[in-house]
C-alpha cells in the first residue's frame, strides 16, 4: 500500500504561482505514470497533468503553458508548479499513482486545497 500526501497548496492572487508537492510512502521508480487531478466544486474531477516512467509529460489544455510538471524518484516525489493562476484553477488538487496498466491510476492523496483570487 502506497500513501501520497499532498502539500503547497492555499490562497493566491490572480496571475501569482504555487508550487505543489506530492510525497509517496514507497517507491515511485517503478510507477508507469504519475499524474496530478483537480476537482472544483460541482465538476467532475479533470486530469491536470501527468508523467510517465520515461518522463514524457501531457498537460490539460487549459493549464498547458502554465503548470509543469516533475518527478524525482529519489526523493519519490512529484511536484506541479503553477503559473499565471486564474481564478478557474481554484479547486482540490490531487496527486495520483500508476503502478500497472496504462490507464487510471492505483493510488490518490487526499487532496489539497487552491484557491485563486480575482
Known amino acids: 500500500q502506497v500513501q501520497l500526501v499532498e502539500s503547497g497548496g492555499g490562497l493566491v492572487q490572480a496571475g501569482g504561482s504555487l508550487r505543489l508537492s506530492c510525497a509517496a510512502s514507497?517507491?515511485?521508480?517503478?510507477?508507469?505514470?504519475m499524474g496530478w487531478y483537480r476537482q472544483a466544486p460541482g465538476k467532475q474531477r479533470e486530469l491536470v497533468a501527468q508523467?510517465?516512467?520515461?518522463?514524457?509529460?501531457n498537460y490539460a489544455h487549459s493549464v498547458n503553458g502554465r503548470f509543469t510538471i516533475s518527478r524525482d524518484n529519489v526523493k519519490n516525489t512529484v511536484d506541479l508548479q503553477m503559473n499565471s493562476l486564474k481564478p478557474e484553477d481554484t479547486a482540490v488538487y490531487y496527486c495520483?499513482?500508476?503502478?500497472?496498466?496504462?490507464?487510471?491510476?492505483?493510488?490518490w492523496g487526499q487532496g489539497t486545497q487552491v484557491t485563486v483570487s480575482s
Open positions: 495520483a499513482a500508476r503502478y500497472s496498466g496504462y490507464v487510471g491510476y492505483d493510488y
Open positions: 508523467i510517465t516512467r520515461g518522463g514524457s509529460t
Open positions: 514507497g517507491s515511485i521508480f517503478s510507477t508507469n505514470a
